[in-house]
T-cell receptor, first 110, second 114 residues
């Protein structure tokens, strides 16, 4: 990819469990965003974390950022079947050019 | 609800034909992006515009692809001539950058080149 990689590539969990996916990127960034994509649809913004932030919460989402390791993680707590989707991280290195990772495909089994 | 509109949603064409994809960004947004999504490469940034001016199209094969914004309500991505390897889903996204930095995506144009 042009910038980052998510892992795992695919994740399957039971409803109610937590899901954690990771993103590694290559260059220094201004901010990092997470997006969600349902099958056959466009991407939808979930959360943005700036380079001077270490952790951010939004509802059942928790994002961490470690700029020294050039990595971020997205935690979805108490997962639901409706959370089944692909999740992407996107980095902005300062030029407002947003580069996306390869995505993690999450399946939540009811 | 304000949203990014892309047409066509699906396009099947023969190799060598010209393909034009259109995007209507959200009114008031100052930045427009074109991405291509394939299973192998993921989401690739092809081009982006700020206030209708092209800022970067280095991700785009120049010999056959061109991107324009003839006005603030329309962005186009043209492929001429198309090749089977161009088969992908093409996404347009717009944003009001300098603000939240959030991108709003259209539903995509699925292109199949036979």
């Amino acid at each position: 990819s042009q910038q980052g990689e998510e892992d795992p590539q695919a994740l399957s969990i039971q409803e109610g469990e937590n899901a954690t996916m990771n993103c590694s990127y290559k260059t220094s960034i201004n901010n990092l965003q997470w997006y969600r994509q349902n099958s056959g649809r466009g991407l939808v913004h979930l959360i943005l974390i700036r380079s001077n932030e270490r952790e951010k919460h939004s509802g059942r989402l928790r994002v961490t950022l470690d700029t020294s390791k050039k990595s971020s993680s997205l935690l979805i707590t108490a997962s639901r079947a409706a959370d089944t989707a692909s999740y992407f991280c996107a980095t902005d290195a300062g030029g407002n050019q947003f580069y996306f990772g390869t995505g993690t495909s999450l399946t939540v089994i009811p | 609800d304000a949203r990014v509109t892309q047409t066509p949603r699906h396009k099947v064409t023969e190799m060598g034909q010209e393909v034009t994809m259109r995007c209507q960004p959200i009114l008031g947004h100052n930045t427009v992006f074109w991405y291509r999504q394939t299973m192998m490469q993921g989401l690739e940034l092809l081009a982006y515009f700020r206030n209708r001016a092209p800022l970067d199209d280095s991700g785009m094969p120049k010999d056959r692809f061109s991107a324009e914004m003839p006005d603030a309500t329309l962005a186009t991505l043209k492929i001429q001539p198309s090749e089977p390897r161009d088969s992908a889903v093409y996404f347009c996204a717009s944003g009001l950058l300098g603000n939240t930095g959030e991108l709003f995506f259209g539903e995509g144009s699925r292109l199949t080149v036979l």
